[in-house]
């Protein structure tokens, strides 16, 4: 069975998006392989962020993986800096890299677009120098990552091209996994956008309070159509919303169209806020519960150890490879 990677950057409260997206596709893969499902801790430094809320969000994401159903006995759950290969493989990895393959990366002409040219750190540039390094430490061949990450996934098949034609076999090729559905949740008030953390209106957080949540999908954005169809183009709101119930009941849009055939918005918005509450009302209540255990420190250290074994000996090979090895 193949290694499968992937993670979640601890920045900003995690979303129902974060949690059908992600977190749920963990869940599915984690019997179909060794996983190593890290909490990206050093990528959430290349945006200013509270110390405090870096270290509380990293041990919430900890929590939810655990109450979403990852099993620390077949997932390997650890903080990114917490496994110094990261960090030393990345400064290799950085020479086999570009400047103009950087620049052009979306993400990064999306967040500096926001920003004065002086504020723009190195980090920020370099961020899928780091990805790259964390993708190919555990010889992962699936990488499940939402769309917006599908990019970074090909700059590291580019790199390991590039490395393995100079220096051999060296590294394994990576392959980015896509959840057929839910694997792109949008706002609940802006429909056309990403649900994305930074949207109190439209962005359903996985601490926010049942009723919080409800009131948020009663509240969401529709159309004048007046059918339950699934319509991204002329009906994105609603589109939205079937998506959230296909993603979290298993039924098919074709089902759920023929089930609210002739109803009303207000009875499918309702239907939705049933199956989503549903969902997260367990999901909660085990968060609560880990919270109080201890659990997430036990599982953090334990996911470290065996992700040092692994990545070390990659971190090895290279080392070998470009000649940094002299022992």
């Known amino acids: 069975m193949d290694n499968i990677l992937s993670g979640i950057k601890p920045t ?46 990293s041990r919430d994401i900890a929590a939810y993986y655990l109450a979403a159903g990852l099993d620390p006995n077949r997932a390997n759950i650890f903080l990114q800096s917490d496994v110094p290969s990261h960090s030393e493989l990345a400064i290799i990895l950085q020479n086999y890299l570009y400047m103009g393959e950087l620049s052009r990366m979306t993400q990064f002409k999306d967040k500096s677009s926001k ?49 393995n034609n100079r220096y051999g076999e ?42 919080a949540i409800r009131k948020k999908i009663m509240s969401a954005v529709t159309d004048m159509v007046g059918k339950v169809h699934y319509d991204v183009s002329n009906q994105p709101g609603i589109s939205n919303l079937m998506t959230i119930m296909s993603s979290l009941s298993g039924k098919t849009f074709e089902q759920i169209e023929k089930e609210f055939e002739g109803k009303g918005y207000g009875d499918f918005k309702r239907a939705v806020a049933d199956t989503v509450v549903a969902e997260l009302t367990p999901f909660k209540q085990r968060y609560e519960e880990i919270i109080k255990s201890g659990l997430v420190d036990e599982v953090l250290q334990r996911g470290a150890s065996r992700a040092n074994q692994i990545a070390s000996k990659t971190l090895l090979r290279v080392q070998k490879a470009v000649g940094l090895y002299h022992k």
């Open 12 to 57: 900003g409260q995690l979303t129902l998006g974060n949690y059908i997206g992600a977190i749920k596709n963990f869940v599915k893969v984690q019997n179909e392989g060794e996983s190593f499902l890290f909490i990206a801790d050093l990528h959430a430094l290349t945006l200013p962020i509270e110390p405090e809320t870096l270290k509380n969000n």
């Open 115 to 163: 920003m004065k040219e002086e504020a723009i750190g190195l980090g920020l540039f370099a961020y899928p120098v780091l990805m790259a390094a964390d993708i190919v430490l555990y010889d992962s061949k699936r990488i499940p990552v939402g769309e917006d990450q599908v990019q970074h996934v090909e700059l590291a098949r580019d790199l390991v091209k590039r490395f």
């Open 170 to 211: 060296v590294l394994v090729m990576p392959k980015a996994e896509i959840a057929k559905v839910g694997a792109r949740i949008m706002s609940l008030s802006d429909p056309t956008k990403k649900m994305s953390k930074s949207d109190p209106k439209g962005d359903i957080y996985l601490n926010d309070s049942l009723e």
